[in-house]
């Protein structure tokens, strides 16, 4: 297996200062305080959260107040009418990703990928390190890796999802699907995601693609949107069971009291992811 580069340590600076921030909200520690918890100079911690978010640490967490949160939730009540509002001239197209979805057939479901064929790769992101699969169909999987988790690991539970599939190394190619994910390469050339689900999670999945950067929502709105409006529970079951972690943005659906909740990924990351992709089109 690839040795994977030690130099996502900056996100995980990051992803220390967003808690040690959150816990201690009330009380509002300053710039010095939050430096010296992540052991870097306040000039040095101040340098690496702007470059990362583009704002600075003060004004990034005012993106994940629940006040805030609740406000976004009641601009986008419609998922349509929210993709519709975020315009080819809005600014969160600037940085909207184009993604189209294509689902396995009923009897490749029953085959759990046979006969398909896997590149994978290990990334860094934004947001940390990065697993990505790709078929000649699209991305297959894109998930994080926790702080300290082995790769393998990770892979593994790729293994699992695609279990009858052949899987090979293949960094090169995927490097410049990260590169168009994380880091703006070929912006206007669409992104195609191939996926495995039943026919619910596959309808709620084409929903989630619906919800623009910097915009959330809530489980019992993607609920209505996919007709289902009684069907809460299994709403979340099923962005809970994404596979492609950010093109599939599950990380935009919150609670209906502006909570952001669990993430498949680490809460503290869809933190993170939130309050970056808000910055950006803040």
Known sequence: MMMIK?????????????????????RQPDLDEVAEKVHL????????????????????LQFLTVDF???????????????????LSSQS??????TTLEAVTPQEYKMHGAGVRIHYGFHETPFGLALIGVTDRGICW????????????????????WNNSVFSEGTE????????????????Q????????????????????????????????????IKSPKAMQAVGSAVGSNHIAYLIPCHRVIRKDGILGEYRWSAVRKKGIIGWEMAKVS
């Open 6 to 26: 030690e130099n996502n340590i900056n996100y995980q600076r990051i992803e220390q200062a967003i808690r040690f921030l959150e816990e201690n909200f009330q």
């Open 69 to 87: 949160l609740k406000d976004k939730l009641s601009q986008t009540k419609n998922l349509i009418d929210a993709a519709d509002a975020a315009g």
């Open 173 to 188: 190619l995927t490097q410049k699907f990260a590169d168009q994910i994380f880091n703006q390469v070929n912006l206007k």
């Open 142 to 161: 894109l998930s994080f890796l926790q702080a300290d988790e082995e790769p393998r690991i990770e892979l593994e539970k790729m293994k699992t999802h």
């Open 190 to 225: 669409p992104l195609h995601v191939f996926v495995k689900g039943t026919n619910f999670q596959i309808k709620v999945w084409e929903a989630l693609l619906k919800i623009p950067i910097g915009s959330v929502t809530t489980y019992q709105t993607i609920a209505t949107a």
């Open 93 to 98: 197209r600037i940085y909207d990703l184009f």
């Open 41 to 60: 100079s306040p000039f040095h911690f101040q340098r690496i959260f702007t470059e990362w978010a583009g704002v600075s640490p003060k004004r990034f």
